[in-house]
C-alpha cells in the first residue's frame, strides 16, 4: 500500500493543504470520529452516523464558513433543512467508504505514516523531520496534537486506493476538448420579435365575483405579516470601545513602543539612463556597453536639461524612457544595491555613472530628496487612543459577553438589569415583520426565529443572547405582537383584478407568439406570420445580456442551426412572449495549445467528479442506508 501513496503524490499535495487549511468533512478530507450509541442521524448496514458527528461536522462547516465570510457569516445559513440532509449525506458517502476500505483490507501501518509524514516539507528542517517543528506546525495551524493529526492522516491515507483510480479514470479525449470549447465559445447571432401583453389589457374586463372567489381560494397570498415591537439591546466591541478609557501616558508608552510605524523613510527621487546587457554577456559586449553608456554620460553632462530627451531616445529602459527616464521616488531597498548606493549619497542635480548592476549601464540624474520624518505625538494621539481602547474592549469582550448572556437569562422579564450593568443602551423598534426584524438583527435568521418564538411572543420572556456577527451579541424582548390577518377583500379589490388581468393578457399574448411561432417554422415570412424582428445581436453562450434571460440564452443555443434561419421562442420576463429567429452561427478559432490544456483538466475534473459521484452511488444501491429523520431535524 506505501508502494500506492510512492506513485500518487496527489495525495500528499492534499496533506499540505490539510496543515494550512481547516478540514472538510466529507470524502478524503473527512476527520470525523466515531461514537458508539444513540442517538444516530443515519445509518450503513447498521453502522451508525451518531448525532454527536454530525455536530462535530456541522461545527467544523461553520468554522469554515465563519472564516471565508467574516461579517457577512450568519450561523442560521445552517438551520435548513437542506443543509442539514446535505451534510447528513456526506457523512453517509464517507461511512460507505470505510466500509469499503475494511473489506478490501486496506491499512496504512504506522511505519507507513511515520514515512509519509517525514517526508511532508511543512514538517522538515534543511530537509530532515524535525519532530520539534513538527508540533509547533500543528499545534500553530491548526491546534492538533500530533495523535491527532496522524489518526486524521491515516484515516484519509486508507480511503485513497478507493477514490484515486476513480478520479484518476477522468481521460478527455482530445476531440471532446476541443468540441466542448467550440461549443463553449460559440456566438450566435440572434434577432428578437416580442409579442407583448399590455396591448390584451384593453379587451379584459374582471368582475367582483370573479375577483372575491380568487380572494377565498388565495387567501395567505393577501395576508398583512405578524408584526412584533420590540425592545433589545446589542453586546458588541464597538460598545465596549465608547467605554473604554485610556490616559495620557499609555498614548505616550504606545508611542514610544511603536515609533517606527509613525516615521517615513527617507526617498529620493530619480532619473536614469539604462544601457543593457546581461551579467554573463561575452566582455566585448559590457565594454561596448560601458563605452556607450560613458558617451551618454558625457552628453547629459554637457546639457542637463536635456536629460530626459536623451533618455527617450537611448534608454534601453522599457518601462522608464517613455518617462524620460523618471522612475519617481523611491525609499532604501527598493532598487538594486549598487544604484541605491550611488544614488543615496549624492546631492539633488547630481548626474552620477556609469553605475554597473546585473541590468547593465545607468546614468542616472538625482531630482529630488524627501528627508525622514518623524509624525509628532500630537498628530497622531487621536489614532493611538483608539487602538489602545479597542485593544482594551478586545479583551474585556469575553468576559462580559458570559456576563450578558447571564443576565438576559437570569432576568428574563426585562433588559434593562443587561443594560445597566453593562453600560448599555436598550433600544426600542416599532412595529416590525420578520424581515424587518432580520435587518435589525444583521441579518441574522436565528435572532428573528427567537423573537417569535412562544417563549417570547406568548411569555414575554428574553430571547437568549444570540450571536449576530462575529463578536456581536443581541438579546430582545416582545413589547406587543399582532398575529398575521387577511387584508379585507375591498383593500385588495383593485390589486386582485388587476393581477387578474394581466395573467389573462399574457395567456391571449403567449398563446399569439406561439401561432406565429408556427407560421414562421412552416416558411411564412415575417410580414405573413405578422412580426417584426430587431436588429441582429451577438450573444454568447455564458454571457448574461440586456434583454436576454438566462432560460432565453439556453433556449436559443439548444436550437438546431443545420437550417438558417431558424426560429425558437419562450415566455418573456414581462409576460410576453419573445420569438427568436437565429440567423449566424459564428464558432470560435482552433484554440491554441494553452487554452486546450486548460479546458482538458477542466473536462477532466467534471468526469472525474461525475465518476465518483457514480461510484458512491454504486455503493449506496448496494447498502442499507437509512436517515433518522426525526434526529436530523432536531436543533
Excluded: C, W
Aim: aromatic letters at 8%; charged letters at 25%; zero cysteines.
Amino acid at each position: 500500500m506505501f508502494e500506492f501513496f510512492s506513485k500518487h503524490k496527489r495525495f500528499s499535495q492534499i496533506v499540505l493543504a490539510l496543515i494550512a487549511l481547516p478540514f472538510a468533512f466529507f470524502g478524503m478530507y473527512s476527520y470525523v470520529q466515531k461514537a458508539e450509541g444513540p442517538p444516530s442521524v443515519a445509518s450503513v448496514d447498521g453502522d451508525k452516523v451518531t448525532q454527536s458527528e454530525f455536530d462535530d461536522a456541522l461545527r467544523d462547516q461553520q468554522a469554515r464558513a465563519r472564516q471565508a465570510l467574516g461579517r457577512q457569516f450568519d450561523p442560521a445559513m445552517f438551520d435548513s433543512p437542506e443543509v442539514r440532509y446535505a451534510l447528513v449525506e456526506q457523512l453517509i458517502n464517507q461511512r460507505l467508504l470505510e466500509q469499503q476500505a475494511r473489506k478490501e483490507r486496506f491499512r496504512v501501518s504506522d511505519d507507513q505514516l511515520s514515512q509519509f509524514i517525514a517526508q511532508l516539507p511543512p514538517f522538515q528542517e534543511d530537509g530532515k523531520f524535525s519532530p520539534e517543528k513538527y508540533k509547533q506546525v500543528l499545534m500553530t495551524t491548526q491546534n492538533m496534537t500530533p495523535p491527532m493529526f496522524e489518526q486524521r492522516v491515516r484515516a484519509d491515507l486508507t480511503l485513497a486506493p478507493l477514490q484515486e483510480p476513480v478520479v484518476a479514470a477522468n481521460i478527455a479525449a482530445k476531440t471532446s476538448v476541443q468540441r466542448f470549447l467550440s461549443l463553449l465559445e460559440q456566438q450566435r447571432e440572434v434577432a428578437v420579435a416580442t409579442v407583448d401583453a399590455d396591448p390584451y389589457l384593453k379587451d379584459i374586463r374582471i368582475d367582483d365575483a370573479k375577483a372575491k372567489a380568487y380572494y377565498d381560494a388565495n387567501q395567505a397570498a393577501f395576508q398583512v405579516p405578524e408584526q412584533v415591537r420590540f425592545d433589545y439591546v446589542t453586546l458588541n466591541q464597538d460598545a465596549l470601545t465608547a467605554q473604554a478609557s485610556v490616559d495620557a501616558e499609555e498614548v505616550r508608552r504606545a508611542y514610544e513602543s511603536n515609533v517606527k510605524q509613525y516615521s517615513t523613510q527617507e526617498e529620493r527621487q530619480a532619473s536614469h539612463i539604462l544601457v543593457a546587457v546581461k551579467p554573463d554577456a561575452p566582455q566585448a559586449e559590457k565594454d561596448a556597453a560601458k563605452k556607450k553608456a560613458e558617451s551618454l554620460l558625457a552628453q547629459v553632462k554637457a546639457n542637463p536639461n536635456k536629460f530626459a530627451d536623451i533618455a527617450k531616445a537611448n534608454s534601453q529602459d522599457p518601462g522608464s524612457a517613455p518617462q524620460g527616464g523618471d522612475l519617481g521616488s523611491f525609499a532604501r531597498g527598493s532598487m538594486v544595491k549598487p544604484f541605491e548606493d550611488a544614488v543615496f549619497a549624492a546631492k539633488v542635480g547630481d548626474i552620477l555613472g556609469p553605475v554597473q548592476t546585473d541590468f547593465g549601464y545607468h546614468i542616472i540624474k538625482v531630482t529630488g530628496i524627501t528627508p525622514a520624518h518623524i509624525r509628532p505625538l500630537d498628530e497622531v494621539k487621536a489614532s493611538i487612543e483608539a487602538d489602545l481602547k479597542r485593544a482594551k474592549a478586545a479583551q474585556k469582550f469575553a468576559a462580559a459577553a458570559d456576563q450578558f448572556q447571564n443576565l438576559v437569562y437570569e432576568n428574563a422579564d426585562s433588559l434593562q438589569p443587561v443594560a445597566k450593568a453593562l453600560d448599555l443602551k436598550v433600544q426600542s423598534a416599532p412595529f416590525m415583520t420578520r424581515a424587518q426584524v432580520q435587518q435589525v438583527a444583521m441579518g441574522s435568521a436565528k435572532f428573528v426565529e427567537a423573537l417569535f418564538s412562544p417563549d417570547s411572543v406568548q411569555a414575554k420572556r428574553n430571547t437568549e443572547a444570540i450571536e449576530v456577527a462575529p463578536d456581536a451579541l443581541m438579546a430582545g424582548h416582545v413589547v406587543e405582537y399582532k398575529p398575521a390577518a387577511p387584508r379585507p377583500f375591498d383593500a385588495v379589490k383593485d390589486e386582485i383584478k388587476l393581477r387578474l388581468a394581466r395573467e389573462a393578457a399574457s395567456e391571449m399574448a403567449q398563446k399569439a407568439g406561439r401561432e406565429k411561432l408556427a407560421l414562421l417554422e412552416h416558411g411564412k415570412s415575417d410580414k405573413e406570420a405578422g412580426v417584426t424582428f430587431g436588429k441582429p445581436v451577438t450573444l454568447n453562450r455564458n454571457q448574461v445580456q440586456a434583454n436576454f434571460t438566462p432560460d432565453a440564452l439556453k433556449t436559443v443555443f439548444q436550437t438546431s442551426a443545420q437550417k438558417l434561419p431558424a426560429y425558437t421562442g419562450a415566455v418573456n420576463e414581462r409576460g410576453g412572449f419573445a420569438i427568436y429567429k437565429l440567423t449566424k452561427v459564428i464558432d470560435p478559432p482552433a484554440p491554441d495549445e494553452e487554452k486546450l490544456k486548460s479546458a482538458e483538466a477542466r473536462v477532466s475534473d467534471l468526469v472525474g467528479r461525475e465518476l465518483m459521484t457514480a461510484y458512491l452511488a454504486a455503493l449506496k444501491s448496494k447498502a442499507d442506508v437509512k436517515i433518522e429523520q426525526a434526529n436530523l431535524e432536531k436543533k
